[in-house]
């Protein structure tokens, strides 16, 4: 069974909404190890419609141009991309397929499938939610940057219910950005100020 790994750029305020406009400066050699660990080295990806549009946008010509980052570039253009989407799309970037039938089903499937290593998500922060919720998303990324950006769609909307997670490991940036990777959790058992207040001190 292959595992899910998601990776977002999230503010302290919790926005993932255009993080072009303010995570650069953030950007070090820590999150570059860190992005091509979780996404770089992956041969699957996993992509909601705006992020693959908005990659294809831009790494086809990154690769083609050669650059510092054209072996990175390369190495997403390599990888099988599945889109997901609910209308019938047209790609020109190579090893691109759109995911068919119901998202959740196909993706349990797809997780059967053999491979050498982690599908990996970028953004995508709909899709990230629905696997979430649904228990298919094994491991959540979040790179929490030092900043409260304060305006913009933020990773988490209202629902019904809570999604219990558990940390899995920590790692701070020199940046200051936190690198926080979560996984699915059992519920907590009930509790209240009665119990809390047992771990008070005095």
């Known amino acids: 069974m292959r595992t899910i790994t998601a990776g977002l750029f999230i503010s302290l305020d919790g926005v993932i909404e255009d993080p072009q406009d303010w995570h650069f400066p953030y950007f ?12 770089g080295s992956a041969d ?3 992509l909601g419609r705006a992020t693959y549009d908005s990659f294809a946008g831009a790494w086809p010509e ?8 054209a072996v990175f570039a390369k190495q997403l253009g390599d990888a099988r991309k599945i889109v ?3 209308q019938d799309l047209e790609f020109s970037w190579r090893n691109s397929e759109q995911l068919q039938g119901d998202l959740l089903e196909a993706v349990a499937e ?16 709909s899709v990230v939610r629905q696997l979430l919720a649904a228990g298919l998303l094994d491991e959540l ?11 913009g769609a933020k990773l988490f909307d209202e629902g019904e219910a809570a999604i219990p997670l558990r940390l ?11 690198h926080l990777v979560y996984t699915s959790a059992e519920p907590a058992a009930a509790a209240g100020y009665d119990e809390a207040k047992t771990h008070l001190p005095g």
């Open 28 to 39: 070090d050699d820590d999150m570059g190890e860190a992005v091509g660990a979780q996404l």
């Open 44 to 46: 699957t990806l996993l």
């Open 62 to 69: 990154r690769e083609a141009a050669g650059g510092e980052d």
């Open 84 to 86: 997901v989407s609910h």
């Open 110 to 125: 797809l997780k059967r499938q053999p491979g050498a290593t982690s599908i990996a998500m970028s953004g995508s922060p």
């Open 141 to 151: 990324h979040l790179f929490v940057h030092p900043i409260v950006v304060r305006k």
């Open 168 to 178: 899995v490991s920590s790692k701070s940036f020199s940046s200051g950005v936190m």
